[in-house]
C-alpha cells in the first residue's frame, strides 16, 4: 500500500504544480464566483482534465490510447498542436500543423536513444501554419524510452519546456502502472498455471486409479465419479477469469472431496457449515481448494498409520465486511518453523506450493493483513483461516461455470 501511495504522489505532484502555474498565471484580483481563487479554479481543472486523460493511459501506449487521451493532453498545456508517439511512428497528432509529422519523428532519434528532452525550432514554407517550435519530452518506463510527447508552438518559450517536461513523466507513471497491471495479471496467471501442474500428477493419477478399480465391480459408481472428476478438472482448468466466486469454489471442492472419499473411504469425514449469505463473495481462482488439498494431504495422507482417520472441518462465517473462512484438519501438523519457510518460499516440500501461492496471491489482492493465518505443531493437526473483504475495487467473478 505506501508504494501505491508514493505512486499515487508522483502522479499527481507534477500536474498539480502545472495547476498551480496556470492559475498564478491566469491570475486576477476577482474571483470566480464559487471557485474559490483563481488559482484554485486553475487547479482544480488541471487535476479534472489530468483524472479525464488518465484512463485511457492506463492501458498502455497505442494509437487509440494515445488518441483518446491527446486533446485532454494538449488542453493541460495550452499548445497549438501535441502529439504522442513510440519509438517508430507518430500515433496521435492534436491540432496544427499535422504536416510536420515527418520531421518530427526525423529529429526524434536523439531523445528516443539518450531519454533527454530537447527544444528546436521547424521548418515550415507555409505563412498560414502557427507551429514553428517543437519541445520534445521523452516518456520512459523503469528507464527504458517507450515513446514522446511532442508539445507544439508558435514561438521558443522556456516555461512550456518545463511543463511539457512535467506533463511527459506524468504521462510515463501512467505507462508504468499499466505495465504494472499486466505484470501482476502474468504473476496471477502463471501463478495459477503451477497451482494447475501440482494438481496434475497426483491427483489425476490417483483419481483414474479409483474410478479404474470400480469399472467392473460397480460401473454406476465408476460413472458418478467419472462425472465429478471431469467437473473437478473442467473448473480448474478453465481459461477465463482471475476470480470465482465461494460458491463456486466450494461447488469444486465438493468435486474434489467425492474422488478422496471413494479412495479413502471412511478414513475421511468432512463436516461443511457454510453460511448462505457469503456464497456470492469474490476471491482468487483456486484458493481454497489448495488448502483442502492440503489438509487432506497432512491430514490423512500424512498418518502415520495407514488405518488412522482423519476429520477435517470447513466453515465459512459472515463477518461484516468480510467472509471469514476456516479450514481445520486433526491430522499429522506441521513444524511452525517450516511452515514460515514454505511461506518464504525458503523451503518447498511436496504440497508446499499451494500454501505459499495463495498466501502469495491473497496478500497480492487483499493487502499484507490478508495473508493465510495458520494455527500448527507437529502433531496437532492444522488450522487455516482465509479473510476474505465482501468488497474489493478489480475483484469480479467471471461468472458461474455450468456443466456443459
Known sequence: MSDFLAGLCVAVLPVLALG?????RT????????????????????LHTASLAAPPLRAGLTEETARKSARKLRSLLGTDALCLTDREQVLVWDGDGAHHRTEIMERLAGPLDTGRGEAFALTCDRLDCSVRWAV??????DDRVH???VAC????SA?????????ARWVSVQLELADLDRSRTRLIEAEIKALRAQISPHFIFNSLAVIASFVRTDPERARELLLEFADFTRYSFRRHG??????DELHAIDHYLALVRARFGDRLSVTLQIAPEVLPVTLPFLCLQPLVENAVKHGLEGKAVPSGKCHIQITAQDAGAEALVVIEDDGAGMDPGLLRRILAREASPSGGIGLSNVDDRLRQVYGDDHGLVIETAVGAGMKITVRLPKYQPGVHSAGRLTRE
Open 136 to 141: 520534445v519530452a521523452p516518456l520512459t518506463v
Open 242 to 247: 482471475d476470480f470465482t466466486t465461494l460458491a
Open 159 to 167: 516555461v512550456l519546456v518545463r511543463a511539457a517536461g512535467e506533463v
Open 147 to 149: 515513446g514522446a510527447l
Open 153 to 156: 508552438a508558435p514561438r521558443e
Open 27 to 46: 491570475a486576477r484580483a476577482d474571483s470566480l464566483a464559487g471557485l474559490g481563487t483563481p488559482v484554485e479554479h486553475a487547479t482544480f481543472e488541471t
Open 20 to 24: 498551480v502555474w496556470l492559475g498564478r
